[in-house]
């Protein structure tokens, strides 16, 4: 996911911002970096406005009108994500008195593209809360939590992608005696910054298999930390909840739903359908009806795969009539194809590992992802199926699976990591790109590895 903001965005926002990164002092972290990242409060609290100099670029900040949904981050540093000022959350329990699901819109930068945006709370055997990928605390998101009635004792952030870790140090002071947990090996982009710069503090590292953390017992790790794969290591966190079967993921697999989920907005929805620039520029030459969009289903339904395609696929070859290339990649668990083409094609020994450990040791019978659909029941073949596209790239050589579930896996691979070569071309000439100036790695393709080791 990561990769897809930072390609959308080749020039950083950060030379336009003038800020100047003195020495990381808690003054200038507590202080300036306020500046950069309000969290105003409805009218009452007059204090915080003082903060408001910096975020005058943004006309609209008295829009606010108290639902509890304000939600204000001036830059989203270093690219905006939105939405900017009001973040619907929608809770809806995924086991009974035992997992929650907390969601948001997140849009991209000031796109008409959103998806969803997941963070998964789990009650613990102590009572308290466990809660992974925090989402934006708003009033809202906060109270929804407090109606559990249960205290959150440990904050996760299971990745180093920037949507996720924005929000760790902002929801973590909401609950300041909760611990927080942190993947490892942490950087961002297009500055390496610190942690502490994200406003997270005294942080734990997750290890992985790692007996010690304090829910080991309940909950299994295992980590997924990636060689660099062009800008940095790609790395993820995956957890077992034992008692309800449950896996939970980041953002290696996804199951896009037909529909759209409920906490994309109307608005970003019919935006998207709306044939605007993006869909004159991806579609070279034929006739773009210009009509205004009407609030129907039908439209709301396009304005869905539109944006669906375009974050798969950056950049779709038929936005126009977006339905048949939806329907390939809806209803089924698969890879993101930016996530298998700018980083697990690059690193399949070590992806192929995490997921032949995760599918050899927990016996898991929903997914329950950060974005798209979730739960999602689907069981350790699926999983595995959504990965088949590894087998090829590492060739004969790799194969250690027993041969029928091998033959299944990749029947059912086939069907799972198929996309539409239309769809893929942005991608790969991007990802060629990308090799050509050095930004990624160049894939490993399995017949080259044979090669390599014969010689
Ligand atoms: C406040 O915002 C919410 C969410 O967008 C909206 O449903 C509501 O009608 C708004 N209320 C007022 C008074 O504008
Ligand atoms: C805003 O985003 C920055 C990261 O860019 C984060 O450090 C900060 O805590 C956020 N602020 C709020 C109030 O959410
Ligand atoms: C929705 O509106 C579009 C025009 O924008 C129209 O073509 C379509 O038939 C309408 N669908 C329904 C279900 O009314
Ligand atoms: C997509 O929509 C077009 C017209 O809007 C229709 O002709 C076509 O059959 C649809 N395709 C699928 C796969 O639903
Ligand atoms: C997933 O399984 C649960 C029962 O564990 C069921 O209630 C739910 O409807 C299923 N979801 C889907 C999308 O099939």
């Excluded at 809202?140 to 009635?149: A, N, S, V």
């Excluded at 997924?224 to 800008?231: A, C, Q, R």
């Excluded at 980041?250 to 529909?259: E, G, L, N, S, Y």
């Excluded at 869905?304 to 977006?322: A, C, D, K, T, Y």
Aim: hydrophobic share 40%; charged share 20%.
């Amino acid at each position: 996911m990561v990769a897809a903001i930072a390609v959308s965005f080749p020039k950083s926002t950060l030379l336009q911002n003038p800020i100047s990164f003195g020495e990381p002092s808690p003054n200038f972290l507590g202080g300036s970096l306020k500046v950069l990242c309000l969290n105003i409060k409805p009218r009452q609290h007059r204090r915080d406005f003082t903060n408001l100099v910096v975020a005058s670029a943004s006309p609209t900040i008295a829009t606010s009108n108290g639902s509890g949904r304000f939600y204000f981050n001036f830059t989203g540093f270093p690219f905006p994500l939105g939405p900017f000022l009001n973040r619907r959350t929608i809770r809806t329990e995924a086991v009974k008195d035992l997992i929650w699901l907390f969601e948001q819109e997140q849009a991209l930068g000031f796109s008409s593209v959103s998806t969803n945006i997941r963070m998964t709370v789990i009650k613990l055997k102590s009572g308290g809360l466990w809660v992974h990928a925090p989402i934006a605390p708003t009033d809202e998101c906060i109270q929804l939590i407090k109606e559990l009635g249960a205290p959150v004792e440990y904050i996760v952030l299971p990745t180093f992608a920037y949507e996720h870790k924005i929000f760790v140090g902002p929801f973590s002071r909401k609950f300041p005696r909760a611990q927080v947990w942190v993947a490892p090996r942490q950087w961002s982009w297009p500055l390496n910054l610190p942690l502490e710069f994200f406003g997270i503090f005294r942080s734990k590292t997750l290890k992985d298999e790692d007996l010690s953390t304090p829910w080991a017992d309940e909950i299994e790790q295992k980590i997924l930390s990636s060689p660099e794969v062009g800008i940095g290591p790609y790395v993820e966190v995956a957890f077992y909840h034992k008692r309800s079967r449950t896996l939970l993921v980041t953002d290696a697999v996804i199951f896009v739903p037909r529909q759209p989920p409920e906490c994309i907005s109307k608005e970003s929805l019919l935006a998207s359908a709306k044939n605007g620039l993006a869909v004159k520029i991806l579609s070279k030459g034929k006739e773009v009806p210009d009509e205004p969009v009407v609030d129907n289903k039908t439209n709301r339904q396009k304005g869905w795969e539109r944006m669906v395609l375009q974050i798969l696929f950056l950049g779709p070859s038929n936005l126009l009539e977006p339905n048949a290339s939806f329907a390939q990649m809806s209803q089924k668990l698969i890879v993101s194809p930016i996530v298998k083409t700018l980083v697990f094609n690059k690193v399949p020994e070590k992806v192929r590992d995490w997921v032949d450990g995760i599918s050899r040791d927990w016996r898991f019978k929903r997914i329950i992802p950060a974005h798209f659909a979730a739960p999602v029941n689907v069981s350790r073949s699926d999983f595995r199926a959504a990965f088949a596209f590894l087998d090829e790239l590492l060739g004969e050589r790799y194969v250690t699976r027993p041969s029928l579930s091998l033959l299944f896996t990749s029947i059912m691979g086939k069907a799972a990591s198929y996309f539409p070569p239309d769809d893929m071309r942005t991608l790969s000439s991007l990802d060629q790109f990308l090799v050509s100036v050095g930004a990624v790695k160049k894939t490993v393709s399995g017949k080259k590895r044979r090669d390599s080791i014969t010689t």
